[in-house]
């Protein structure tokens, strides 16, 4: 009798084993939908905050958990299941409990899903009424936990469960009831957010206030009787209102986040150098000032930190999705348009730079012809000679393309693509009238270069996504002293009404027919650019830059800081003086050789020659003229160097490492100038 005890006791134990291996290998065949699912596309700010995200395909908002508030953790697990971080994926407990007080009731009066269950409901967005399908649910949880930890089983939780029309996850159900990441969260928010996925009517808080008002409570009594809070946080708690309605998602910059997916369509983040706030803010200022501007006029804003080239704010238009006529789906920051007599800053640097004026210089401000192109004035007089100071304040046309015919275009062009900008000539080849807005160009890339200007002449590149290393620099497109000249000058513009005066370099523009209303300025940290006008480039009847952009331009400086930082003081090399006190040559404006190559009679830079790279030539530099009529006079980069010089060799200053321009002037205004590099 033993021996057959034995005998059945070893089959018994046989018969478990393979009861158990079998069981593991059914275990161990399950197949499990892919992990994780599809989460949606996220554009972040500077600091993180969510700018934009992207619907899945299935038309949920389905986001990634990110930093989840640990109270909300506690509180989940200590109402959903207490034992989770203990069983294998099935509280038999909690089972043995429910199915007692389901005997007793008649009905089912405590579940016995553990979260690892409801997980394997969620993934495979099974049913759990049904044998079948609770027997599925329970396989499925205890091959999640063999083949996950907890927290990675949680993690699904946070990211897969319902709460509410298309809403799945505890992120996206923190933003969209309470307008907030859910790192933080009060008790009453946590409760909520824990009892909104247990049943359909309490999901809306928006259809079923009441219901949703009790399973929030009932969330916090039991979590209050587990110790996690006390009775006074449970009272407060349940003394907060729950939200009744739901809140969009944030679609901040959305013009940027049209491109940056178009760009790279399998991204899931674009971390930007965008600035939440700023962005909201000046969108709402935008959208205001086209709507004041009258019906189908659109705007646009960039802007930037021209100390590091991060853009801190973009506004293609008043509103994306705009039906009123303002065509808001065309990003005004990307659209080439006329800058109008935005360009003529760059001019009168490069003119500085290369020796030609001086804001003393005195300019003619009178009828002129340059071949067959005879500009006018936008109010059609003239003001004889003015300074150069004055001619760029007053923005004169007449003055500029006298400059701008004795620099040549193509050096405008090429010191405009220096600077980073694209810009696009019509007829293929740059003529004078470039200076006066006869190019396409963006409004970003207008920033650019006015970044280029703020930051002495050669600034960072603009970008929009974060970069771990250090900004890309820009190629210098005028000297320091120029970049300071010009700034000096358009700080002394007139504000608009009740704007602060001399605190923002700044220069508006109008485009021909009325086009496009501009502003561009910087202080001595930001640049902002402003667009106005109808983005199908129709006219608009008596716009003009200074009247519509260039309020919007120090109202937007308003939304970015509580005050302006203040502009640089000037380089030790710039030349500060009255014009009777400047060189004779500088004293007023005379045309020369357009090329700059010596010409019949004038002064000739024998040495060095242009192009060169001189090594160790320490505090003096040997220079040799010829030709001309003495004396001369020398500058670099367009402050003197020496005067009062004659033919022959001579040893001036050196104007420091690096490129530089020297220029001769004679006795008689002819010059020559070459390009040379100090090591």
């Known amino acids: 009798m033993k021996r057959l005890w034995l005998f059945a006791l070893v089959a018994l134990l046989l018969a478990g084993a393979l009861l158990r291996d079998g069981f593991d290998r059914w275990i161990a065949a399950t197949t499990l939908p892919p992990l994780p699912a599809a989460t949606s596309a996220e554009m972040r700010d500077q600091s993180g905050s969510l700018l ?17 508030d640990p109270r909300f953790i506690e509180m989940l697990v200590a109402y959903e299941d207490r034992r989770f971080r203990e069983h294998g994926g099935i509280d038999l407990r909690a089972a043995a409990r429910a199915a007692l007080q389901a005997l007793r009731h008649g009905r089912a009066v405590s579940g016995g899903s553990t979260l690892s269950m409801q997980v394997a409901r969620l993934i495979e967005d099974g049913t759990t009424g049904r044998w079948a399908g609770k027997l599925r649910q329970i396989r499925v949880a205890l091959a999640l936990e063999r083949r996950l930890g907890k927290d990675e089983i949680l993690q699904l939780y946070l990211t897969h469960a319902p709460y509410g029309g298309n809403l799945e996850g505890v992120r996206a159900a923190s933003l969209a ?64 209102p729950v939200p009744g309605r739901i809140r969009p998602f944030p679609r901040l910059a959305a013009h940027l986040g049209e491109r940056l997916r178009r760009a790279d369509p399998g991204a899931m983040r674009f971390d930007t150098t965008l600035d939440a706030g700023v962005q909201a803010r000046v969108e709402a200022l935008v959208a205001r000032a086209a709507r004041a501007a009258g019906p189908g ?44 007599s935005t360009l003529k800053p760059l001019v009168y640097a490069l003119a500085f730079d290369q020796g030609l004026a001086h804001p003393e210089t005195l300019i003619a401000d009178t009828p002129a012809a340059f071949g067959r192109y005879a500009p006018q004035n936008f109010d059609g007089l003239f003001r004889g000679e003015v300074r150069v100071r004055e001619a760029l ?13 004795e620099l ?108 496009d209303a501009l502003a561009v300025g910087y202080d001595g940290r930001h640049v902002i650019g402003v667009w106005m006008g109808r983005a199908d480039g129709t006219p608009v009847p008596g716009a003009f830059g200074g009247d519509l952009a260039a309020p919007v331009l120090f109202e937007a400086f308003g939304r970015l800081k509580t005050r302006f930082d203040p502009l640089p003081p000037p380089p030790p090399a710039t030349l500060i003086v009255a014009n009777a006190k400047l060189p004779a040559p500088l004293r007023r404006f005379r045309p020369r050789e357009a090329s700059f190559s010596p010409a019949t009679g004038a002064p000739e830079i ?56 020297l220029v001769v002037i004679d006795a008689n205004g002819k010059s020559d100038r070459v390009r040379l590099e100090l090591d």
Request: charged share 20%; glycine share 14%; proline share 9%.
């Open 52 to 68: 934009r995200a992207w619907q899945v395909e299935d038309g949920r908002w389905r986001l990634s958990p990110g930093p989840v």
């Open 393 to 405: 304040q007053l923005s004169l046309n007449i003055p500029v393309v006298r400059l701008l015919q």
């Open 177 to 240: 009831w309470f307008g907030k990441e859910p790192r933080r969260l009060t008790p009453a928010q946590s409760a909520l957010l824990v009892a909104l996925p247990q049943g359909p009517e309490s999901r809306r808080p928006d259809r079923h206030h009441d219901r949703a008002t009790r399973a929030r409570d009932r969330v916090l009594m039991r979590v209050g009787a587990r110790g996690l809070l006390d009775p006074a946080q449970v009272d407060a708690a349940k003394a907060e």
């Open 606 to 661: 024998a040495f060095p020659p242009d192009g060169a790279r001189l090594s160790g030539t320490g505090e003096r530099v040997t220079i040799k003229l010829r030709g001309g009529t003495a004396p001369y006079m020398v500058l670099a980069n367009g402050r003197p160097l020496a005067a009062h010089l004659r033919a022959g060799e001579a040893e001036i200053p050196s104007p420091g490492r690096g490129f530089s321009t």
């Open 297 to 340: 006029i659109s705007a646009a804003a960039v802007v930037a930190d021209h100390r590091s080239g991060a853009i801190i704010a973009t506004v293609g238009s008043p509103g994306f999705d705009e039906r009123d006529g303002r065509r808001g789906f065309v990003d005004m920051t990307q659209a080439l348009r006329s800058p109008g």
């Open 408 to 515: 040549g275009p193509a050096r405008m062009m090429a010191a405009l693509r220096r600077s980073g900008a694209r810009p696009v000539l019509p007829g293929g080849r740059p003529g004078l009238a470039i200076a006066l807005g006869g190019l396409g160009i963006t409004l970003e890339d207008l920033v650019q270069l006015y970044g280029a200007l703020a930051a002495g002449g050669q600034g960072p590149v603009l970008h929009a996504l974060q970069d771990d290393g250090q900004p890309e620099p820009g190629r210098r497109i005028v000297s320091e002293s120029a970049a300071w000249q010009v700034g000096n000058i358009l700080a002394g513009l007139m504000p608009p009404p009740e704007a602060p005066r001399g605190v923002l370099a700044y220069k508006t523009g109008t485009s021909y027919g009325h086009r």
